[in-house]
């Protein structure tokens, strides 16, 4: 299948799956349970999981018959692909791609950002990112946080000794927007330190 670039970018896990398909499955024309469903099954796939209907059931509200009934109507829609104990959300992530170029997301802007980030944080570090670091910078992206203000906040994490990124996550999310002014959040700035900082 030919996906979209953004497409792309949601399955290399540039985009936030998850995050996205929260903000629009109804754009995409889903509902709330289809959706969940579909999360469900991304959680399974990032896993390597099989496929399992009892497994799934078990974490929602559907029993077996209801969901495997879900599960044949999002393929006949064009949501997935099931095979014996595998399947894909190809489709769905082509379709959330489609709706972000809607939003002028511009995808070659947001793959450079993310590279001008892990490269400082690299350099900074002295270390290369896991998967969960590259979590953490595509949810500051999706927060719209700018470069200068994410460099900053792991600069403050470097200052301080620390090369864990959820450190500068704390950091990010100790500064409020106030009437456009950015405050911090004295008593979560004093937490962030008694846990991290040395």
């Not at 209801?66 to 044949?72: I, P, S, T």
């Not at 953490?136 to 992206?141: H, K, T």
Request: aromatic share 8%; with cysteine.
């Amino acid at each position: 299948m030919k996906m979209n670039k953004i497409g792309k970018l949601i399955k290399a896990k540039t985009i936030s799956f998850i995050e996205e398909l929260i903000k629009h499955y109804r754009e995409i024309g889903l509902n709330e349970i289809e959706a969940m469903i579909l999360c469900k099954l991304y959680y399974l796939m990032d896993e390597r999981k099989e496929l399992s209907i009892t497994n799934i059931s078990k974490e929602m509200s559907l029993d077996e018959d209801n969901l495997a009934n879900k599960l044949v109507e999002l393929e006949k829609l064009g949501y997935l692909e099931i095979y014996e104990k595998d399947f894909s959300l190809d489709h769905t992530m082509d379709k959330l791609g489609e709706v972000l170029a809607q939003d002028d997301i511009n995808p070659e802007d947001r793959k450079y950002v993310t590279g001008q980030i892990v490269s400082f944080v690299e350099a900074s570090f002295n270390r290369n990112l896991n998967a969960n670091d590259l979590v953490l910078i595509n949810q500051w992206l999706d927060e719209k946080y700018d470069l200068d203000t994410i460099k900053s906040a792991i600069l403050k994490t470097m200052n301080k000794g620390v090369t864990n990124l959820k450190y500068t996550d704390a950091i990010l999310n100790s500064v409020k927007k106030v009437d456009n002014e950015e405050v911090e959040d004295e008593e979560l700035k004093n937490l962030i330190n008694s846990i991290y900082g040395k």
